[in-house]
């Protein structure tokens, strides 16, 4: 799975719906919700998972696996930013949850998610960083194991602006892509509110966007 059927799949599941999306804008932007609701989102994301295809399974905090089949885990510093190996699974470094087929054609993928509140300490302005440690932490990891694939999103709720657009250019060297779903605005240029960074739709109302790129 790439970070496009991730979030064509979380689409799909909120036009028919399946997932709830109106609370995350609601989440996304009062003071008074303080953390809590990354994990409701990635439950939301299962359950549409379930409507796609009833044989995939999430899985929270699943450990990162290595290519070791003595220390079977990956470890992972941020300070250093660099990935080591473990024997035991409380040492190892997580994803916030895992999707993966049970039955059927093999697709899996390790998601990191962060969930910004647009009003809390000026969250909006770190919300790009934070984003770029979960896109560098799972770079790390897969260096060390490139049978990964992972997948890096951002939740946060505002506009798009140039310098937001521009702010990933970082990660598009060599033809790579990030998505945006646009969740409650259809693309200028297309049916679909899932486009390109490039091509997502600049300014209008605030609303809840999902970022994703594949690692």
């Known amino acids: 799975m790439r970070c496009q059927q991730l979030l064509t799949t979380i689409e799909d599941a909120f036009n028919h719906g399946y997932i709830n999306l109106e609370r995350a804008s609601v989440f996304a932007r009062n003071d008074r ?25 999430c ?15 990956l470890t992972y510093s941020a300070v250093a930013g660099v990935a080591g190996t473990a024997t035991k699974r409380n040492a190892a470094a997580r994803a916030d949850f895992f999707l993966h087929r049970t039955q059927g054609m093999a697709d899996e993928a390790y998601i990191e998610l962060k969930c910004i509140n647009a009003t809390r300490n000026n969250a909006v302005l770190n919300a790009w960083g934070r984003f770029e440690a979960d896109v560098v932490k799972q770079q790390i990891l897969t260096a060390s194991n490139g049978n990964l694939n992972c997948i890096s999103v951002l939740a946060t709720f505002g506009t798009f602006n140039q310098a937001d657009i521009n702010s990933l250019a970082w990660f598009m060297q060599g033809g790579r892509r990030a998505y945006v779903y646009d969740v409650f605005n259809n693309n200028y240029n297309q049916n679909s509110r899932v486009t390109t960074l490039a ?17």
């Open 199 to 215: 091509n997502v739709a600049p300014g209008g109302l605030d609303r809840l966007f999902l970022v994703a790129v594949s690692v």
């Open 33 to 57: 919700i303080r953390g809590g609701w990354e994990v409701w989102l990635q439950l939301e994301i299962a359950h549409a998972f379930l409507h796609a295809d009833g044989n995939w399974t």
């Open 59 to 73: 899985e929270r905090e699943q450990p990162y696996p290595s290519t070791n089949q003595r220390r079977q885990f």
